[in-house]
């Protein structure tokens, strides 16, 4: 391919791949000289399969989310509440071209017949984008930046999210096959402390790891993921949390782990934890510790299961419940407590 094929083919819709981005990169070399054309190239790949202005904020350490607002706004996350990024990505058209090729860079589909969208970039970033007018204004786009990477328990501990006595109860849990809930606000780290869970797990035992979206990075030799499937545009093809824990309970595993319990899948994973499958974990949106069996009643509700039927399976099923707290101190332990203390208060 030519650079004047490949730029057209760009200019014209089709998919930009590395080898076409170097190609026009390349066309350009009597002008741009050897340096010119390797800036032209980084640039082209950034505005094209990249995260285009948002890459200096991605990047920057300590970033966690970063948020674009309908008028071009760019709002980041670095662990102590949201500030103003001094960056504006354009105006309202250049906000949804950016939604809609980050949709793609996903695998999904971003436009008015789908006017939302939750997916993976190829980095691990995680993508949520909603176009007008269910968001008032233009398109909005959050990026949730995936930090902590195999960071084990000693990391978290040296990073203060816990003690060392909660590490080494911890640690014990695990070991003994107690499953435990890690219950706390969005992004007071829950993800971050589960995978460090999951690297305790022996290397002789298989996981199989059950997700919404594939976020988590597991530290361990025998991790199946399966991960839930949105509809197609007719409707159809949709795989739901609860059938892929049912499917999980079909492949041997050791360990079953929901990435996030937040529907009518807290009744298959009650029933697993309840018929052998022990040392199961998962996370759960929550206040407190105190609120997490309301939190449970409440989620069973959506699968029609009665609330004293959810709390009894509960009961059984979990032994501890692990609390995190965001401040401006970080993101910290704040409550180990077993579950049937926090029923029984």
């Known amino acids: 391919m030519t650079g004047r094929d490949a730029e057209a083919l760009i200019r014209a819709g089709g998919a930009p791949t590395p080898a076409s981005i170097d190609e026009v990169a390349r066309s350009?070399?009597?002008?741009?000289?050897?340096?010119?054309?390797?800036?032209?190239?980084?640039?082209l790949r950034s505005s094209l399969v990249g995260l285009g202005p948002l890459e200096r904020v991605v990047a920057e350490a300590g970033v966690t989310d970063v948020l674009v607002n309908g008028d071009g706004a760019v709002w980041v996350d670095r662990g102590e509440g949201v500030e103003t990024a001094g960056l504006v990505v354009g105006d309202a058209a250049e906000v949804r071209r950016l939604a809609t090729r980050l949709a793609g860079l996903a695998g999904r589909r971003l436009d008015d017949a789908s006017p939302w969208v939750d997916g993976l970039l190829p980095d691990g970033t995680r993508l949520h984008a909603m176009l007008p007018p269910l968001v008032d204004g233009g398109a909005h786009v959050s990026l949730r930046i995936p930090r902590h990477r195999h960071r084990g328990l000693d990391d978290l501990t040296e990073l203060g999210m816990?003690?060392?006595?909660?590490?080494?109860?911890?640690?014990?849990?695990?070991a003994g096959r107690r499953s435990i809930i890690v219950s706390g606000g969005t992004g007071s780290g829950k993800t971050t402390l589960l995978a460090a869970l999951l690297a305790c797990v022996p290397g002789s035992e298989r996981i199989l790891l059950v997700?919404?979206?594939?976020?988590?990075?597991?530290?361990?030799?025998?991790?199946?993921?399966?991960?839930?499937?949105?509809?197609?545009?007719?409707g159809a093809g949709r795989v739901t949390l609860e059938e892929l824990i049912r499917q999980a309970l079909r492949m041997r595993p050791?360990?079953?782990?929901?990435?996030?319990?937040?529907?009518?899948?807290?009744?298959?994973?009650?029933?697993?934890?309840?018929?052998?499958?022990?040392?199961?974990?998962?996370?759960?949106?929550?206040?407190?510790?105190?609120d997490v069996p309301a939190r449970l009643e409440a989620l069973g509700g959506?699968?029609?299961?009665?609330?004293?039927?959810?709390?009894?399976?509960?009961?059984?099923?979990?032994?501890?419940?692990?609390?995190?707290?965001?401040?401006?101190?970080?993101?910290?332990?704040?409550?180990?407590?077993?579950?049937a203390d926090l029923v029984s208060s």
């Not at 816990?162 to 695990?174: F, Y």
């Not at 009518?264 to 510790?289: D, F, K, P, W």
């Open 211 to 234: 997700e919404d979206v594939a976020e988590m990075s597991v530290a361990h030799p025998h991790t199946v993921r399966l991960q839930a499937r949105s509809a197609n545009t007719e």
């Open 162 to 174: 816990l003690t060392s006595e909660q590490a080494g109860e911890l640690r014990a849990a695990v």
């Open 254 to 290: 050791d360990r079953l782990v929901v990435g996030e319990v937040r529907g009518a899948e807290v009744r298959e994973l009650l029933m697993a934890l309840n018929t052998g499958h022990e040392g199961g974990c998962g996370t759960v949106h929550a206040n407190g510790a105190a």
């Open 28 to 43: 350009e070399a009597a002008v741009l000289g050897e340096a010119g054309v390797r800036r032209r190239e980084a640039q």
């Open 302 to 339: 959506l699968a029609g299961a009665a609330p004293e039927v959810v709390r009894a399976q509960a009961v059984l099923g979990i032994d501890l419940v692990v609390h995190l707290r965001r401040g401006p101190w970080g993101r910290r332990v704040e409550e180990i407590v077993p579950f």
